[in-house]
């Protein structure tokens, strides 16, 4: 192989050796290739996040960026069928994990999702996976009591009967539409439209509690203090005991964030009603959202300690289940 003389006589280098020297610039990644790049992290992390602790939010951006990006090159064209195989295997692969990866980032990740300058939409479903884990333990709960116990499964029977050959009548079904829809505008920040479609609901069917309940927590939201107050003693009137009513107040303050205005619902309930393991279980749910681990489980132990003196399996299996989960973050005797 031939050689050259780079510089005086006595110093003899290699083409081979020149040519390695060579600085080659970078091929610009293509929007093709960034989407592969970031598939790669995904599917990184969803592999790896076991014991990352907080760090592990960092794949909720990234997975919305994913989706954005596919999405755009479909829209153009593109032919990305194998990443879109590789994007629907890495949902399918975080959908298995979805307790252990709420266990990782704690009460962190509702923080995170308050957070986001918008609601992130349904199909985002990975800023949902509380929600998603909590509706399977509630499906879980209620099988295991179905077994258990032959007369619930006459009681789902006779529900079913009346579901499939029992309509409800018309103006049931309207009102429970006004309501369906009110629940979606006020969960994205619309509380005017929100307002209007329970208050239609309400003309319907004035005897539902519930539909009070959210005419007078969005008035509560626009101060609109003497219209709520009006709306909470309808409800108030409807309901069987003062208990009940601020248990269920509570449950939908917590729903729409203000923990504020649930903490002081769920107190009101215990003074109520000491006995009332629901109370406390609200009160532990408002804890654990405001970050006061300790207390929310003290108050799930209580609430275990009622519900097994009332006789009230879906409450213990449901503050079993939350206490649980909280003990992993807090580490203290299980009672």
Not at 274 to 287: H, I, S
Request: with cysteine; proline share 5%.
């Amino acid at each position: 192989m031939p050689s050259y003389w780079i510089g005086s006589k006595d110093t003899k280098v290699d083409r081979d050796l020149i040519m390695s020297k060579v600085f080659v610039p970078k091929t610009p990644m293509t929007p093709a290739d960034q989407l592969r790049e970031m598939i790669d992290q995904a599917e990184q992390w969803v592999a790896e996040f076991r014991q990352a602790g907080q760090a592990t939010l960092e794949l909720l951006p990234l997975l919305d960026s994913i989706e954005e990006k596919l999405s755009t090159l479909e829209a153009t064209g593109a032919d990305v069928r194998a990443e879109r195989a590789r994007w629907e295997t890495v949902q399918r692969q975080l959908k298995k994990q979805q307790g252990r990866f709420l266990r990782e980032v704690g009460d962190n990740y509702v923080r995170a999702r308050a957070q986001l300058p918008a609601p992130p939409d349904t199909s985002q479903w990975w800023w949902f996976m509380d929600r998603a884990v909590a509706a399977r333990r509630r499906r879980a709960v209620r099988t295991a009591a179905l077994i258990v116990s032959g007369v619930l499964l006459l009681v789902v029977a006779a529900w079913w009967a009346y579901d499939h050959f029992i309509a409800p009548p018309p103006e049931v079904r309207q009102a429970l539409q006004y309501s369906f829809d009110g629940e979606l505008a006020a969960e994205s920040g619309d509380d005017a439209t929100a307002l209007a479609e329970f208050e239609a609901a309400a003309r319907l069917t004035p005897d539902d509690p519930e539909v009070w309940l959210w005419i007078g927590v969005l008035h509560t939201r626009m101060d609109h203090s003497r219209e709520a107050e009006s709306a909470f003693e309808q409800a108030r009137r409807l309901y069987d005991s003062a208990c009940n009513f601020y248990l269920e107040r509570g449950m939908l303050f917590l729903r729409l964030k203000d923990l504020d205005a649930a903490r002081q619902d769920a107190e009101q309930a215990i003074a109520e009603d000491p006995q009332a393991g629901w109370a406390y279980y609200l009160r532990a749910n408002v804890a654990s959202a405001q970050g006061d681990q300790a207390t929310a489980l003290a108050d799930l132990e209580r609430a275990i300690e009622l519900a097994q003196a009332a006789g009230d399996p879906q409450l213990e299996a449901m503050a079993r289940a939350q206490w649980g989960m909280l003990i992993q973050l807090a580490p203290i005797g299980a009672p």
